[in-house]
């Protein structure tokens, strides 16, 4: 390399770093998607959408311990905007206090949201039904 090239822009390295983290992401994300064999963990509907449950805004990232399949409105479903609005609350199985989406999962929601996801299908063991 000739010794007048300038070094890369920042704005470059920059670029090439949230290509990197991308590729990253998406790994996860099929990660994710096979561990759940593309069904949502809630209703079990086909999906390939993936929810964090610490969102990436407050840290959170996309990976197997913070994150699950959750279906969409384009799948047929609703549980992944009603994890969003915090109608439906993932909690462990355990009850441990961490959350680790590799481990069972229990999703609390009211009878109303219940009735709204499942409509006339049967509602699955692993949905408690919360007061509210």
């Given amino acids: 390399m000739p010794s007048h090239w300038k070094p890369l822009p920042r704005a470059v390295e920059v670029l090439r770093k949230r290509d990197r983290d991308a590729g990253a992401e998406e790994r996860a994300r099929g990660k994710v998607r096979k561990r759940d064999q593309y069904r949502?963990?809630?209703?079990?509907?086909p999906t390939k959408v993936?929810?964090?449950?610490?969102r990436r805004g407050a840290g959170g990232k996309v990976s197997l311990q913070n994150s699950f399949c959750?279906?969409?409105v384009l799948d047929g479903g609703l549980c992944?905007?009603?994890?969003?609005?915090?109608?439906?609350?993932p909690v462990m199985a355990s009850g441990a206090e961490a959350?680790?989406?590799?481990?069972?999962l229990v999703f609390e929601m009211t009878e109303l949201i219940a009735a709204l996801v499942f409509k006339d299908r049967p509602r699955p063991a692993h949905v408690r039904i919360a007061s509210g």
Avoid: M, S
């Fill in 50 to 54: 993936v929810h964090e449950d610490k």
């Fill in 40 to 45: 949502c963990r809630v209703c079990w509907r």
């Fill in 70 to 72: 959750a279906c969409d």
């Fill in 99 to 104: 959350f680790n989406a590799t481990e069972d």
């Fill in 80 to 89: 992944h905007p009603l994890l969003q609005g915090y109608r439906i609350d």
